[in-house]
């Protein structure tokens, strides 16, 4: 399969998409927008777009476009803000601009598509009502599960990416529905291996914890089951 560059945001959602895993099938759109934002976020951290102060305050280090929509998007909300916000008031505040969240969601999805990771069909429920119907492409979710397998065993390179779906995952409860028992436990012992590190060289990850438990405490206050 050839390989195709994915965001943190785009493969969280497709893992979310899968009929295997039903996650993200129980129509609570907010609880889908909002962990969408929260994904954009921690990749525009990974990517050095922004960082993240240790009392959690987004401060943007480089505001160019990146030609991918729901991420400039995100960009430009940053940039009118005259003050520096901290990541859960954020969050909070974009919960609240529901027509924006609705439009990044939409984005990440057209993104799917143009990847040919998803295909969108429209079809109607007793033959009446219309409905959007989404079909996962199965070799690329393998692909990125295999990529998050990889970390098991090797020390570095480390691929932040695939560690930072990982932490995803695992935060939403999600990792079994993917991998064996023992896969599960070493994935989460890497992840608290890294969690635990004070090397500058791994401060991304604990900003990356920082801003999945903003993204959690916003989905609890909301009353969005998760």
Known sequence: MKK???TVPEEFILMGLDRKSQWFEMNYRAYREIY??????IELILYKKV???PDGTVILLDP????????DQLLHVLQEEEKPQK????????Y????????IYHHILEELEKKKAILIKEEKFMLVVPYEKVVVDHDILNYIIEKMRAEISKDD???????ALTCLL?????????FSKSEKEQLENKIEYLEAQTTERLQWMKSISGAIRDVQATVSLSGVPS
Request: aromatic share 10%.
């Open 64 to 71: 160019t476009l990146t030609g991918v929509v729901y991420i």
């Open 36 to 41: 969408c934002i929260g994904a954009i976020f």
């Open 4 to 6: 195709i560059a994915f």
């Open 87 to 94: 990541l859960k008031d954020w969050m909070k505040k974009l």
């Open 51 to 53: 960082k993240m102060d």
């Open 96 to 103: 609240d601009r529901i027509p924006l969240r609705h439009r």
């Open 170 to 178: 695992r935060k939403t409860r999600s990792l079994r529905l993917y």
């Open 157 to 163: 390179p480390i691929d932040v990416q695939a560690v």
